[in-house]
């Protein structure tokens, strides 16, 4: 095995390369840590993950057929072998690029720092690679290629550490002002932090329009043609989406909640696979896009950015490239 020099215990935003791994010759321990913090709230409670388990069980959990029980079920195993995370002569830190990612780095790097830390905490973490044109993150990779990057790991720095706790703490305020300041330094700990900073600052309202970039981009999708949600998907990952972040069930979540404003900015035709059904602008979609009507005045259902509330007290000013107070 690659790893059996020592116990090691792989950490990792979810299952993709779980298996990969495994076939690559890595005999390690896994743990998913993967509750998705740029979708909020965030609230400042004892008991964190009690309140993220009613939040995910009412989003994306009910998408995905899980009940809240179950979605706390698996966040407190999480939050326990995490913590016992120390009990590893060796732990790797498996990320990319993208504020998914980096948000859930930062989390586990500010938790791993309540300590005991890992004698030996490792970190992989990657923006490109050469085998893939367009890199949205490790699990586009195969057994060799994961192999490959095992001798490139480099040791969690200080710097990294406190980086991963400032970006944390930052995201659970509710102003957007500490993660601006965070991305303004460029995040030299760790350089690839500042974009995926910026990409989920996006995702406030705009100054213009009221929409998200997410929101922004699959309308303009949709300005082209009628599109099975799935391909909406496709075409934000293989190039409208500048950092690609959400995955199939926070896409749908997105496109579901456009449909229920009033009057509804798109429409989704009835069928009973989510993916293949057709979305098509509405008049008032196309009253967004040319900035007539502002999205937050349809009363959409409500949507959190980290632990901001969009209702437009925080909007993104893509002109400017920076946050704007509006209350």
């Not at 929409?211 to 922004?216: D, F, H, I, N």
């Not at 009628?226 to 496109?255: C, H, K, Q, S, W």
Request: proline share 9%.
């Amino acid at each position: 095995m690659i790893d059996d020099d020592r116990p090691t215990l792989h950490i990792r935003c979810g299952s993709d390369i779980r298996d990969t791994l495994r076939s690559a010759g890595f005999g390690g321990e896994f743990l998913e840590y993967s509750d998705p913090v740029h979708d909020g709230p965030l609230p400042g409670i004892p008991d964190l993950v009690a309140a993220r388990a009613r939040i995910l069980a009412a989003g994306p959990g009910q998408l995905m057929g899980f009940s809240e029980a179950q979605c706390l079920a698996g966040l407190r195993q999480a939050e326990q072998r995490l913590s016992s995370a120390h009990q590893y002569q060796r732990v790797v830190l498996w990320f990319e690029h993208d504020s998914y990612d980096q948000l859930i780095l930062a989390r586990c790097l500010s938790r791993l720092a309540e300590g005991p830390l890992p004698e030996c905490l490792e970190l992989i973490c990657i923006d490109r690679h050469p085998d893939i044109p367009r890199f949205n993150g490790l699990g586009q990779l195969g057994p060799t290629a994961l192999a490959a990057l095992w001798p490139a790991r480099k040791s969690v720095t200080p710097e990294q550490i406190a980086l991963g706790q400032a970006i944390w703490a930052a995201l659970r305020q509710p102003d957007p002002t500490g993660l601006q300041a965070i991305a303004e330094t460029a995040t030299p700990a760790l350089p690839i932090a500042a974009p995926a900073l910026w990409r989920h600052l996006r995702e406030l309202p705009g100054v213009a329009d009221g929409l998200s970039l997410t929101q922004r981009l699959v309308l303009d999708i949709l300005t082209e043609s009628p599109t099975p949600i799935g391909r909406i998907l496709a075409a934000m990952v293989n190039g409208r989406e500048p950092l690609v972040f959400m995955g199939d069930i926070g896409l749908l979540g997105t496109v579901e909640a456009m449909a229920r404003t009033n009057p509804p900015a798109l429409t989704i035709e009835p069928g009973e696979k989510p993916f293949p059904r057709i979305a098509t602008i509405t008049d008032t979609g196309r009253q967004v896009v040319a900035e007539r009507i502002d999205y937050l005045s349809l009363r959409p259902p409500e949507r959190w950015v980290g632990n901001i509330l969009a209702d437009g007290q925080w909007r993104w000013d893509e002109t400017a490239g920076s946050i704007a107070r509006t209350t």
